[in-house]
């Protein structure tokens, strides 16, 4: 496969399903938009687009052709802070401890040196907590650039990093002085990188997901975040998005 499958708008989606199906463009627009098939209808509360296999399977007897799910690599979308810099990604994007230290230091100077110490052991504890030490290694992140950008439901919403989000180990006062360094001194951005795709199907039926959700004008909840397959290196990274 020659093309790094990707969703940064509407657009984009329906070239990369128009390339996954060995198909065309307007193929693609011919089923979607106002002619959307019945079988992506909802029935009795359950969603279509939870039986990926069979749902991809269907598009392409719709388009008259056979699917083959052939996918290895495709561009996520990581939502982040920076400071404004594309260097600040140079060494890519590793993991949760990687970035709350990076982000940390970076506002150290706006600290007491006791109150960086507390906000690291607090934000390594909230961590190690949620991994529950599975040693997760790499980033997470979205399949759309949509999702990404809509992201603002507690624990996915990066404006504020994930490692604030839970007052187990965070007194609410002192994670909000934190939060509010942060924000004031980098700047929010989404970032698009390459990476393998562990659930191909998955992966597809999330496409025409968010077509089927930009189509009908619903509101782009995420509902694709997940945890990538190993560190993001800087070569990796696609293009930086500012918001």
């Known amino acids: 496969m020659d093309f790094i499958p990707s969703c940064d708008d509407r657009i984009d989606a329906v070239d990369t399903l128009a390339r996954l199906y060995g198909t065309t463009k307007l193929s693609i627009e011919s089923i979607t938009g106002d002619k959307w098939p019945a079988f992506v ?3 009795d509360g359950y969603s279509p687009f939870e039986s990926w296999e069979l749902l991809n399977y269907l598009f ?3 388009l008259g052709v056979t699917w083959e799910c052939r996918l290895t690599d495709a561009a996520f979308y990581h939502r982040t802070r920076y400071d404004g810099s594309d260097r600040w990604f ?16 970076y506002i150290r100077p706006q600290l007491k040196e006791p109150q960086f110490e507390r906000a690291l052991s607090c934000a390594l504890a909230n961590i190690a907590d949620r991994d529950q030490g599975l040693n997760y290694v790499g980033p997470y992140a979205f399949n759309t650039f949509g999702e990404a950008r809509a992201a603002e439901v ?5 404006d504020v990093p994930e490692f604030l989000t ?6 609410q006062d002192f994670s909000d002085l934190v939060a509010g360094l942060i924000r004031e001194n980098l700047k929010p951005v989404i970032v698009k990188f390459k990476a393998p795709v562990s ?3 998955r992966y597809v039926t999330s496409l025409w997901h968010y077509l089927y959700r930009v189509d009908h004008g619903m ?4 509902l694709t975040h997940s945890k990538c397959s190993g560190e993001v290196l800087g070569s990796e990274i696609l293009k930086i998005f500012p918001l």
């Open 41 to 43: 209808e909802w029935e």
């Open 60 to 62: 392409g007897v719709q």
């Open 90 to 105: 140079y060494e890519g994007i590793k993991d949760a401890q990687f970035g709350a230290e990076k982000l940390l230091e």
């Open 154 to 158: 507690a624990g996915l919403y990066y």
């Open 166 to 171: 839970g007052h187990r180990f965070w007194n």
């Open 199 to 201: 659930d191909t199907e």
């Open 219 to 222: 509101e782009l909840i995420p």
